[in-house]
């Protein structure tokens, strides 16, 4: 194989490795592109426990109680159109309960339906930029009023990416992501900056190990009543690829850091599939 083409084939595997960024509790995106006519869908679930009635500035849990959240199966899609353009989207189906003072209420619904589209902007022999945009509808709480599932307001973020994979010794390979993107809430809410930072490595043929970071950080401009929070979590991941078509997938994640929340922790398991 010439040189070329070996630097062409590394790319579009670090390409495969980096679409397996699988979301966490919300749409996440990986700056590659899907190829034309190609894309993925993901189908998860996403268990998640944290401590209630009180908190310090941290975030940390200082009271009684205790809240839980489920993603049930949440699909997510994206597919590219052309060689530059993919598109996707993902509603997010929630189950929580909200355990205070010996009572539990429950509810179920629907959080939100986010739509999206990236434009790789630029792609060099390992590395590439992508924009993408992304509308996230209001959400529809289902069995009860509390807890709150459904984002009550439209919400519209713009996000740049970038990813960068290098072959290591040894016959692996890796890479590393770095995200920042912007998102403006209508209604009374505070608007959000959002810092995602991902490394990738495949140690052996048919597995892959992802350590992320991903941090909402409220911008204190919400009106009186409206939520403005900050959390940062980290999330470890093994991805064990069964074919070229499917890969199952198990996760981490906890939060770190917060301001005006208590800190959790849960679990992502997902099922991937790639046509």
């Given at each position: ?9 590394l ?9 397996l ?14 190829p034309?006519?190609?894309g ?5 679930t ?6 209630t009635?009180?908190f310090?500035?941290?975030g940390?849990?200082?009271g ?6 489920v ?14 353009w993919?598109?996707g ?33 630029y ?46 010794p040894w ?17 009374n809410?505070?608007d959000?900056?959002r810092?995602?930072?991902?490394f ?8 892959l ?8 950080i ?11 929070y900050?959390?940062s ?9 069964l ?19 208590p800190?959790?922790?849960g679990?992502?398991?997902a ?5």
């Amino acid at each position: 194989m010439s040189r070329t083409g070996g630097r062409q084939a590394l790319g579009r595997r670090l390409a495969a490795m980096a679409l397996l960024l699988l979301p966490p509790l919300h749409a996440r995106a990986a700056p590659w592109v899907q190829p034309e006519g190609e894309g993925i869908l993901i189908l998860q679930t996403t268990p998640y426990t944290a401590g209630t009635r009180g908190f310090d500035t941290l975030g940390r849990a200082n009271g009684t109680g205790s809240f839980g959240r489920v993603e049930l199966a949440s699909p997510y899609w994206e597919h590219g159109i052309t060689s530059r353009w993919t598109v996707g989207l993902q509603p997010r189906l929630q189950a929580a309960w909200l355990t205070e003072n010996g009572r539990t209420s429950t509810n179920v619904g629907l959080a939100d339906a986010s739509v999206f589209a990236r434009y790789l902007v630029y792609k060099g022999r390992l590395d590439v930029f992508s924009v993408q945009a992304t509308l996230a509808s209001p959400g529809v709480d289902g069995a009860g009023t509390t807890p709150r599932i459904a984002e009550p307001n439209l919400g519209a973020e713009i996000r740049g990416l970038y990813g960068i994979g290098t072959a290591l010794p040894w016959g692996m390979t890796g890479f590393a992501t770095a995200e920042l993107a912007y998102r403006g809430r209508l209604g009374n809410a505070a608007d959000e900056a959002r810092v995602d930072i991902g490394f990738g490595l495949r140690p052996v043929p048919h597995w892959l190990l992802m350590l992320q970071s991903f941090s909402n950080i409220g911008l204190r401009n919400n009106a009186p009543g409206g939520a403005d929070y900050s959390v940062s979590k980290l999330q470890a991941t093994a991805v064990y690829e069964l074919n070229p078509t499917w890969a199952v997938a198990l996760g981490y994640i906890r939060d770190i850091a917060g301001r005006r929340v208590p800190l959790g922790q849960g679990a992502v398991l997902a099922l991937w599939y790639r046509y």
